[in-house]
């Protein structure tokens, strides 16, 4: 059982919705980035994401984009995010962390390698969009034999002839991408989302969240009620981008995990 | 025993794979995309009336079969192997890009789209792209890095008098990568309608073999011709690689002629060295995973991806078709690179020796052809595809002589 499964079984057990939160590690600096990850578990956050910054996100958008691109410009690396989890980690050791990026670094560093480093640091789970289950043999099927969970997106255009294969492989949760587009873009609405969600879980006994689209306290609160939880990441990006004081942006978090948590 | 398993010609397997390289490495989103447009291509291969359109139109709108010329001149001048050119550079709208645009196109049409995107570096697919969207009245939409608009307006406004759409990119570098992140990135928002054209032997499968399928005609011409001409395969073919996609074209029907040398030239830019400053994916880098395939990548040891460096906007890419890393890894073709410098004496030296105005990708090729033909018997036939008219380059050439013609 890890981490994410754990926080599953309590918030079933409190009868509570799960709010996820993505940052960018390193986005504008380490310092500033751990004390904004490190602040998330008490302004609410349920499952943390932690971008790995990519020169070529090709599934987001400006926001997360720039957000990488300043990481970058600040000289981050795979080493320097692992070594966050590790600080976050030696003062909570319950909140999972979901690396959430893009493969070739990965691949860069070798699968194998990454992985034990990743377990070590205290990583929970992959979410790797480049890797469809196509290429389960890449690092999902490793990535599950070394403990870490792998976490598929399931979009609009996953038909329920494609389901039955996103599903197969996946654990800890599955990530349902409320639109076809990218990160930050269109407004996810819930009455759209609330039937494909039901698809998905009549397929599986795993917890849907639904991340993309998903800006204000309302949206949180509407979408969490209609799945067993949201994903928010460039609303909250975008306030580090205005250059707010990490304790501005966590009450803005707070905002968002309380949306979530009313549902 | 099965003939075929000798093959190189077989791939890509089941998995898009040329034996690491290749693959479908994109988003959820898009990969019922790329299978129906895998189905759709099976299918649109086996079709008679699919390649007697292509036929059509490679004779009656691009002008195929492009000429084999010997350059007769410039063979006496290098004083060695004899000197073939490959005349692509004689199709409509000036390069080979057309030869697979035509086929994605007609493709697109069979599937039902109506809006076509493309991506672009120096400009020579994009305006092969809003080509053929305006013979056929579909909607184009062509992504091209900011940098790249600024250094190609004459292509630019091609594309426009054509009635595409030109997105300069600003993400990123503003470079052909980023915007063939943009590219990916309208298509996975407008799903239903949108057909993406890309211009090289690269992305995810099915793209890299259909692509060359369609650029294969390169080849198959050269072959009959040279049988023509001189009763007889040559003995080395050489070509220019960004992508790579001219290159794999001439490549490709000759991978089973073990007689044939195959030597694809990278764009060297200052000189292959740690700094970096040049496109040659093979020479200096190392294998990884971008645009949806595997392939060799320029990146530093963190896996980012670098930007390439050369005179050449259309060898301006950091990666190069996943077949080719195979070829180079198995050793069938031989990977090379030629800096600037050596591009832009081999460019002038065409221009005086044959009266062709070679692009700058070509230069390449024949700036290698010039370095190993003084060496060569005379009885060795050398093949270079001359993929692309010098027209568009000629502004960045005077810069380059320190001639101002602005």
Redesign the interface.
């Known amino acids: 059982m890890t981490r994410i499964d754990a926080k599953f079984a309590k918030l079933r057990a409190e009868g509570k919705k799960a709010f996820v939160s993505y940052v960018m590690a390193g986005d504008p600096d380490v310092p500033t980035s751990l004390d904004l990850v490190k602040g998330l578990p008490a302004a609410g956050v349920d499952i943390i994401e932690l971008g790995l910054p990519f020169t070529d996100p090709m599934a987001d958008g400006p926001t997360i984009q720039e957000a990488g691109q300043r990481a970058l410009a600040g000289h981050m690396t795979l080493d320097k995010t692992l070594q966050m989890v590790r600080d976050f980690r030696a003062d909570d050791d319950e909140t999972p962390i979901v690396m959430m990026g893009y493969y070739n670094p990965i691949y860069s560093r070798g699968v194998d390698r990454f992985l034990s480093q990743a377990k070590e640091a205290g990583i929970d789970g992959l979410i790797i969009v480049d890797l469809p289950p196509e290429e389960d043999d890449e690092l999902c099927i490793p990535a599950q034999k070394a403990g870490l969970n792998f976490i598929r997106l399931a979009t609009p255009t996953t038909d329920d002839k494609r389901l039955p294969k996103v599903l197969e492989n996946t654990s800890g949760f599955v990530y349902y991408v409320s639109i076809t587009g990218i990160t930050g873009a269109a407004e996810a609405q819930a009455e759209d989302v609330a039937p494909e969600v039901a698809r998905i879980k009549s397929q599986t006994d795993l917890p849907v969240i639904v991340g993309f689209g998903i800006k204000t306290p309302a949206a949180s609160e509407s979408i969490a009620a209609i799945a067993d939880g949201c994903v928010v990441g460039s609303a909250i990006v975008s306030e580090m981008a205005k250059g707010k004081a990490v304790s501005e942006v966590l009450d803005f978090v707070k905002t968002l995990a309380d949306g979530a948590h009313r549902a | 025993m099965n003939e075929l398993v000798n093959s190189f010609m077989t791939g890509p397997d089941e998995?898009g794979r040329f034996g690491d390289f290749g693959?479908?490495?994109?988003?959820?989103?898009?990969?019922?995309?790329i299978l129906e447009l895998e189905a759709q291509y099976e299918h649109a291969k086996t079709d008679q009336s699919f390649w007697d359109e292509m036929h059509f139109l490679w004779k009656h709108y691009v002008g195929r079969p492009s000429p084999l010329y010997f350059a007769e001149r410039l063979t006496e001048r290098l004083g060695g192997a004899k000197v073939y050119m490959k005349r692509d550079e004689l199709n409509h709208t000036g390069a080979h890009k057309i030869n697979n645009v035509l086929g994605q196109i007609i493709l697109a049409r069979r599937m039902g789209k109506t809006r076509i995107i493309a991506e672009t570096g120096a400009g020579q697919h994009g305006v092969a792209t809003a080509t053929v969207c305006a013979k056929f009245g579909l909607k184009c939409v062509v992504y091209m890095g900011a940098h790249d608009v600024e250094r190609q307006q004459p292509n630019v406004f091609r594309m426009k008098l054509l009635g595409a759409e030109v997105v300069p990119v600003t993400?990123?570098r503003g470079t052909l990568?980023?915007a063939m992140?943009d590219a990916?990135?309208d298509w996975?928002?407008?799903?239903r309608d949108t057909f993406y054209c890309i211009g090289t032997v690269a992305g995810p499968h099915p793209y890299p073999a259909m692509v060359r399928d369609f650029q294969s005609i390169i080849g198959k011409e050269t072959r009959e011709q040279m049988h023509e001409a001189e009763g007889r395969l040559p003995d080395t073919i050489i070509a220019a690689i960004g992508g790579g996609s001219n290159a794999m074209g001439l490549f490709y029907p000759f991978l089973d002629d073990p007689s044939v040398n195959i030597i694809g030239v990278e764009a060297g830019g200052k000189g292959v060295n740690e700094k970096m400053e040049h496109c040659a994916s093979l020479t200096g880098g190392r294998p990884?995973?971008?645009?949806?395939n595997?392939t060799y990548?320029l990146?530093d040891?963190?896996?980012?991806?670098l930007e390439g460096f050369s005179i050449s906007a259309g060898l301006d890419y950091p990666g190069i078709g996943p077949e080719h890393s195979w070829l180079h890894d198995i050793g069938r073709a031989k990977y090379v690179s030629i800096t600037d410098v050596e591009a832009l004496e081999a460019f002038q030296l065409c221009c005086e020796s044959e009266g062709i105005i070679p692009a700058l990708e070509p230069s390449h090729a024949l700036a290698h052809v010039m370095k190993i033909a003084p060496d060569l018997p005379a009885d060795h036939i050398i093949c270079m595809n001359m993929c692309g008219r010098g027209d568009k380059d000629i502004f960045t050439v005077a810069k380059a002589l320190g001639r101002d013609i602005a």
């Open positions: 998995k693959g479908r490495f994109v988003s959820e989103t898009l990969m019922p995309l993400s990123g990568k980023d992140n990916l990135r996975v928002t407008n799903v990884g995973v971008l645009h949806g595997r990548l990146q040891e963190d896996g980012q991806i």
